[in-house]
């Protein structure tokens, strides 16, 4: 396996990278007022995924920031819920990639939540500001 950068936010807010997926084994911290998972603890994972499997696909000396993201809630996750992310890169561009993903909770088929994603490739900062794991 190569190696992986993960972004201190990831870690901080317990989102595991899993192969070429995103987990995070929810609890009351991550929950709204209503007791669902918080749409942002959602969207941040989406976004990792997306641009993570983005990053993938490029040179080690490239790297992928989000220019878009759009992120439909289809149903609440709930305290407790293994939430798994998923993505699928849709095109890997020179300056641009475009991808999609998808958040359901371990062991179901039915999403939480969708994304679409729009990426812009950029030259990889120096010193490399992510941690490595």
Do not use: Q
Request: contains cysteine.
């Amino acid at each position: 396996m190569t190696e992986r950068m993960v972004a201190p936010f990831r870690t901080h807010n317990d989102m595991v990278w899993d192969g070429e997926v995103v987990r995070c084994a929810t609890m009351a911290h991550h929950a709204n007022l209503g007791g669902g998972i918080h749409g942002g603890v959602l969207a941040a994972m989406l976004d990792a995924v997306m641009g993570g499997n983005v990053i993938l696909g490029l040179p080690a000396d490239k790297m992928a920031v989000t220019s878009s993201m759009t992120v439909n809630y289809l149903r609440a996750g709930r305290i407790g819920d293994t939430l798994v992310a998923s993505a699928v890169v849709r095109k890997l561009g020179r300056s641009l990639a475009y991808a999609d993903g998808t958040v359901t909770v371990e062991g179901s088929d039915d999403p939480v939540a969708t994304a679409t994603g729009v990426f812009a490739i950029i030259r990889r900062p120096t010193p490399d500001p992510l941690v490595r794991f």
